[in-house]
């Protein structure tokens, strides 16, 4: 099985910059994503990575080390609308079907 | 384009009452699909997938059931239901496996009283 950290909540100012940080474990790894959540609503993508590295994508950034089990989200330039449930997700090599296997998520509040 | 619609959006059910969400996604022919359900506050869990019609795996034991009468058609039921079902089911499809991204619908927010 695997196992998904992720902090519980962080709170930073509009205009600023916040990294959320993921580790895992899992017997086998076939890539890592990050999803977007707002409150009663369904998540939404935002990126995935399954080489060692960063992907930049405007304003959200997603690195990813396969030897450290470990990833960050980031995000520049926070806007009040940023404030919302970020999801780290794991699939593994051994799953056929691309079953993901969700991390808690983490609470980002935006704050003015 | 592809469209994944969930229904009903709300619902309230008493204990021991049967239920009963639809998905369905257009689109697409043969996607793989999942029911997934996040309490509050708490991670998404995967309870059942299906790679095809009329297969179906699930992940945990529990009182819900799963079915796939369509290619594009994911149903989840219950007999009765219990308290602890109450929670928020979310939909998802994606096409084959590897890197395809999984794609949610908008969710059903079922409250057991």
């Known amino acids: 099985g695997q196992n998904i950290d992720q902090p519980t909540e962080m709170t930073a100012t509009e205009g600023a910059i916040v990294q959320i940080n993921c580790t895992y474990q899992?017997?086998?790894?076939?890539?890592l994503f990050w999803y977007q959540q707002h409150a009663g609503e369904a998540p939404t993508f935002l990126s995935y990575?399954?080489?060692?590295g960063l992907e930049e994508k405007g304003r959200f950034s997603s690195f990813l080390s396969r030897s450290k089990g470990y990833s960050y989200l980031l995000l520049k330039e926070l806007q009040m609308k940023d404030s919302a449930s970020y999801l780290c997700?794991?699939?593994?090599?051994?799953?056929?079907?691309?079953?993901?296997?969700f991390g808690a998520g983490t609470q980002v509040v935006v704050t003015p | 384009s592809q469209t994944i619609h969930q229904w009903p959006a709300t619902l309230v059910q008493p204990v021991g009452s049967p239920l009963s969400l639809e998905c369905t996604v257009e689109?697409?022919?043969?996607?793989?699909l999942y029911w997934y359900r996040q309490a509050a506050g708490r991670g998404l869990q995967l309870l059942f997938y299906?790679?095809?019609?009329?297969?179906i795996s699930s992940e945990v034991p529990q009182n819900l059931s799963a079915s796939r009468p369509q290619d594009r058609q994911f149903i989840l039921s219950s007999k009765k239901l219990l308290l602890s079902d109450s929670g928020f089911y979310l939909c998802?499809?994606?096409?084959?496996?590897?890197?395809?991204?999984?794609?949610f619908g908008a969710g059903s927010r079922l409250t057991v009283l």
């Open positions: 689109g697409t022919s043969n996607p793989n």
């Open positions: 299906s790679v095809g019609i009329g297969q």
């Open positions: 998802a499809w994606s096409q084959g496996a590897g890197a395809n991204v999984l794609t």
């Open positions: 997700a794991v699939r593994s090599a051994t799953d056929s079907w691309g079953k993901l296997q």
């Open positions: 899992t017997s086998g790894f076939n890539g």
């Open positions: 990575n399954v080489l060692d």
